[in-house]
């Protein structure tokens, strides 16, 4: 059970950093530029089990 | 400027940014703390030895074995339970780098929850380590937390359910060490662990159980030994001796028999030692604090900690001089050695003597520093890492 919660937990995280990632290429604005790559560093940090 | 070149140019920044702070964590989690062994280390046994399962896991940590010339009673220091309550760990390290017994045997725990001591609290800015300055420049600890790392344990129960009490409790104290007495084979990591413990300390025969802790001056059980009620007798003499010999207050108050998990309750229902609890003030743990930093861990001086003594908030006494780690592992060293004496006093037949151990009023004088070992130095074999 635990570690199908973990892996659905990490599948979560590689989707929203994918999200992330997609709306960086896609938007124009520099300030949401930064605000996604911000956002993406946490995600980053749990996925790769640095944090 | 093109808007590709300025993308580029921010995903390089956030990498940069990734790899610093990924490079901390990576590095704070896998710092080595370098242990001398002392010349009364007999055995190095490790905490899978006796419940193999916990082998390959973050919190299968060295157990050190001191044994006297002469038989006696068995002693067991639990350091490292809460490792963000650092005089537990480095008054445990004074007995491993230095302790020779005389009669009887000592066993040395400094990290009862490795894996508590691989993370810092999430939001509490904590420092991710510490330095203890000694003649040959200082010694590194990890800082730590309270709780087994997620990294370690996940996830977490909505609501925790003590086993086998089935009490509930906090879902944060499923990773809590000092709520998971006395564990399960098959339950999660810090369970184990606990169970791992138990199974030594019945496995070895151990007398006494004492599980170093420090706590928040706001938080009433403070420089106090708590007692199973097995070690009444043993705990009120130390009690009343330290406080009359050593300069210092240590108060005495039992395990509330239906407040489940917690060491001096469970060890002492679970197996034949008695269990004993000393608790040190930590300024660096109460709310009220102000910036969370090294110093003010090791000096224990806290403007808004004073203050908040000013209003009659606290259990402990603080002053401009603050609580510094010296005095508090000064406290636990003394307390522990107290315990050796007091026991072989009501049982002649089952002594306890330890020497080259300093006591509070040396380890104020002198520094925690002067009785760490320079790593550097170690005789071949005599050097492990937690």
Not at chain 2, 101 to 114: E, F, P, T
Not at chain 2, 191 to 209: F, H, P, S
Request: hydrophobic share 40%; glycine share 8%; proline share 6%.
């Amino acid at each position: 059970m635990e570690l199908a919660v973990t892996i659905i937990y990490y599948c979560l995280v590689g989707f929203v950093s994918i999200l992330l990632i997609y709306n960086l290429i896609k938007t124009k604005e520099w300030q949401k530029e930064v605000l996604y790559i911000i956002v993406l560093i946490p995600f980053l940090l749990r996925l790769f089990m640095l944090k | 400027m093109n808007a590709s070149i300025r993308k580029i140019i921010f995903c390089l920044a956030g990498l940069v940014l990734f790899v610093l702070s990924g490079m901390d964590f990576y590095q704070s989690r896998r710092l080595k703390e370098p242990v001398v062994i002392g010349n009364g280390v007999t055995q190095i046994q490790k905490l899978s030895n006796y419940f193999p399962p916990i082998e390959g896991t973050a919190n299968d940590c060295n157990i050190y074995v001191l044994e006297g010339k002469e038989p006696g009673a068995t002693l067991c220091i639990l350091g490292g339970t809460h490792p963000e309550e650092p005089a537990g760990r480095l008054a445990a390290w004074l007995f491993a780098e230095n302790a020779v017994m005389q009669k009887g045997r000592l066993i040395v725990v400094l990290s009862a929850n490795r894996s508590a001591t691989t993370v810092t609290r999430v939001g509490g800015a904590y420092p991710p380590e510490f330095t203890i300055p000694s003649p040959w420049g200082g010694q590194r600890f990890r800082m730590g937390d309270r709780w087994s790392n997620p990294l370690d344990q996940w996830p977490d129960p909505e609501v925790y359910i003590h086993y086998p009490s089935e009490q509930y409790l906090a879902y944060l104290d499923s990773r809590n060490l000092n709520r998971c007495w006395p564990g399960r084979p098959n339950g999660t990591l810090t369970e184990k662990t606990t169970y791992a413990l138990l199974e030594m300390i019945r496995k070895e025969k151990v007398d006494i159980v004492i599980d170093l802790h420090e706590a928040e001056l706001q938080y009433p059980v403070i420089s106090t030994i708590v007692t199973h009620e097995k070690g009444q007798e043993l705990a009120a003499i130390v009690s009343m001796t330290l406080t009359d010999l050593e300069g210092f207050k240590m108060g005495m108050e039992f395990s509330p028999k239906n407040l489940h998990g917690l060491s001096h309750r469970e060890i002492g229902d679970y197996s034949d030692a008695i269990s004993l609890l000393f608790e040190a003030p930590e300024p660096f743990l109460d709310a009220t604090r102000g910036k969370t930093t090294t110093e003010q861990l090791l000096t224990g001086k806290d403007d808004f900690v004073v203050k908040a003594g000013k209003h009659g908030l606290l259990f402990e006494k603080i002053d401009e001089k603050g609580w510094p780690i010296d005095v508090r592992v000064g406290r636990h060293t003394s307390a522990v050695l107290q315990t050796m004496a007091s026991w072989t006093e009501v049982h002649p037949e089952k002594p306890l003597a330890c020497a080259d151990v300093p006591r509070y009023a040396e380890v104020i004088e002198k520094g925690i520093g002067a009785f760490l070992h320079n790593p550097a130095l170690a005789k071949p074999g005599r050097l492990m890492f937690e």
